[in-house]
């Protein structure tokens, strides 16, 4: 079971970088457990830390000034291997929402089999929420799951956000796909007996 996602108000972290792949967010030598616990100690370990271990200052994650559930994304965010680990740092991490302009596929529905909300937003969206923070990095957004929405608090700017019904419908809940199942444990007992 996840968390329960029906609304989130909160500041975001930005990363505005492009084309993030799986390996970046978690390298692959931290991929050998097999819970999905302790992940968001490694989340971007070679962008967040230096070579002797110490935290890289200049790494927004590093940054006092940016906190928040939100991550917010640069352009084809999640690409490369299919490594469901990149999801779990994430979340593990802390963050509920990516917002991007671009998600790869694989990591797109990884994310929401793990109960982080993906929200592809149109690039001139996307640039004002880093401009916003970059102008006030407490500066509020926030996300409806219900009417699929994402609002930039600040310049009153909102838009909307497709989201496989399936999906939305987990999520709201805090299901994953077991839980689901298990949620018509009634419909498939009653559909067995009439069989």
């Not at 909160?10 to 050998?32: C, G, H, M, W, Y």
């Not at 926030?142 to 987990?170: G, H, M, W």
Request: hydrophobic share 40%; glycine share 6%; with cysteine.
């Amino acid at each position: 079971m996840v968390e329960k996602f029906i609304k989130i108000v909160s500041s975001a972290v930005p990363l505005p970088i492009e084309n993030v792949d799986t390996d970046q967010i978690i390298p692959a030598r931290f991929l050998k457990a097999v819970e999905r616990k302790g992940f968001g100690d490694n989340l971007f370990r070679d962008w967040r830390y230096c070579k002797d271990g110490t935290p890289n200052p200049d790494f927004v994650l590093n940054n006092p000034r940016y906190t928040g559930s939100i991550l917010v994304a640069g352009k084809n965010f999640g690409s490369g291997s299919s490594r469901e680990h990149a999801a779990w740092s994430v979340y593990d991490y802390g963050f509920r929402v990516v917002v991007s302009s671009f998600f790869a596929d694989i990591f797109k529905a990884n994310v929401l089999n793990n109960g982080l909300l993906p929200i592809q937003v149109p690039e001139d969206f996307l640039a004002n929420m880093f401009t916003t923070i970059e102008n006030n990095p407490t500066a509020p957004f926030e996300v409806d799951l219900e009417s699929q929405t994402i609002r930039n608090v600040t310049l009153s700017a909102e838009v909307r956000f497709d989201i496989n019904p399936y999906k939305k419908k987990c999520l709201l809940k805090g299901y994953d796909d077991i839980d689901y199942l298990l949620s018509l444990k009634k419909e498939i007992e009653a559909f067995e007996t009439a069989r």
